[in-house]
């Protein structure tokens, strides 16, 4: 069956740096654009970043772009997404997810992706 994995979470001070990464296994990783969610307490799941299957194409959230980078190893079906200058504001429990692309595709919204999973927290603190 389809699993996401992630990993890399963790607590660190304003400012600091962290990668994420997830391990996908159980489809055709390279088939399917990959991107990185968040949500934060009482908050909507939020769209990070997200990549095309390739890895050409990049997206990001206004809130996180120059700060955060996207990135996919196809042969190693895994996904990364390294962190740099993070803020309080970021804290959050960060997922991955899969998504089938398709003419209906909106980037960065939770609709599009299928596949999703269990979550990294990651907490910054000022």
């Known amino acids: 069956q389809v699993q996401l994995v992630e990993s890399g979470g963790g607590s660190v001070q304003a400012g600091g740096s962290l990668e994420l990464s997830c391990a996908a296994s159980?489809?055709?990783?390279?088939?399917?654009?990959m991107g990185w969610f968040r949500q934060a307490p009482g908050k909507e799941r939020e769209g990070v970043a997200e990549?095309?299957?390739?890895?050409?194409?990049?997206y990001y959230a206004d809130s996180v772009k120059g700060r955060f980078t996207i990135s996919r190893d196809n042969g190693k079906n895994t996904l990364y997404l390294q962190m740099n200058g993070l803020k309080p504001e970021d804290s959050a429990m960060y997922y991955c997810?899969?998504?089938?692309?398709?003419?209906?595709?909106?980037?960065?919204?939770?609709?599009?992706?299928?596949?999703w999973g269990q979550g990294t927290q990651v907490t910054v603190s000022s």
């Open positions: 159980g489809y055709t990783y390279s088939s399917y654009r």
């Open positions: 990549i095309s299957t390739g890895g050409a194409s990049t």
């Open positions: 997810a899969a998504g089938r692309y398709g003419p209906t595709w909106y980037a960065l919204r939770p609709q599009s992706y299928n596949y």
